[in-house]
């Protein structure tokens, strides 16, 4: 059983920058990756960012050049580094663990609102 919380999330004016940070306890045997998505309301959650086991990264079109995720494997944890936001960044963000061989763990999620 993985427990995942995270923190960060917030208001802030377009242009602006935010940290999300999770935070991952239980065991993590068998992590392929940790990462981040992202959901509006009525549409389905939309993968920001991911980072396996063994530090390959992959981004969104839509993030690339503006957000930055990182991972302490020691720490457990996972970082989500957002610059440039827009207002079409607004949404509940969501940590994520995905463990072999596919089965997902979701954090409470944490709302970002960017205000234009």
């Known amino acids: 059983q993985v427990q995942l919380v995270e923190s960060g999330g917030g208001l802030v004016q377009s242009g602006g920058s935010l940290r999300l940070s999770c935070a991952a306890s239980?065991?993590?045997?068998?992590?392929?990756?940790m990462g981040w998505y992202r959901q509006t309301p009525g549409k389905q959650r939309e993968l920001i960012a991911t980072v396996t086991s063994g530090g390959t990264i992959n981004y969104a079109d839509s993030v690339k050049g503006r957000f930055t995720i990182s991972r302490d494997n020691a720490k457990n944890t996972v970082t989500l580094q957002m610059n440039s936001l827009k207002p079409e960044d607004t949404a509940v963000y969501y940590c994520n663990c995905r463990m072999w061989p596919a089965y997902d763990y979701w954090g409470q999620g944490t709302q970002v609102t960017v205000s234009s």
């Open positions: 239980g065991s993590m045997v068998g992590t392929v990756l």
